[in-house]
């Protein structure tokens, strides 16, 4: 069985929504948000 992660850690602007690094949104918890984001083909397909 696999030990790698099914999600990917991203940064995101709260104001406009695009990605930033996870560095920066950390950085900058104010205005960004750091979310999980399931790898292509593990994410909800209902």
Do not use: N
């Not at 930033?20 to 083909?41: F, L």
């Amino acid at each position: 069985m696999s030990k790698e992660s099914k999600i990917t850690l991203r940064g995101r602007s709260s104001e406009d929504g695009q990605f930033t690094t996870v560095k920066k949104a950390r950085k900058y918890s104010s205005t960004h948000v750091v979310e999980r984001v399931p790898k292509p083909g593990y994410g909800d397909t209902k």
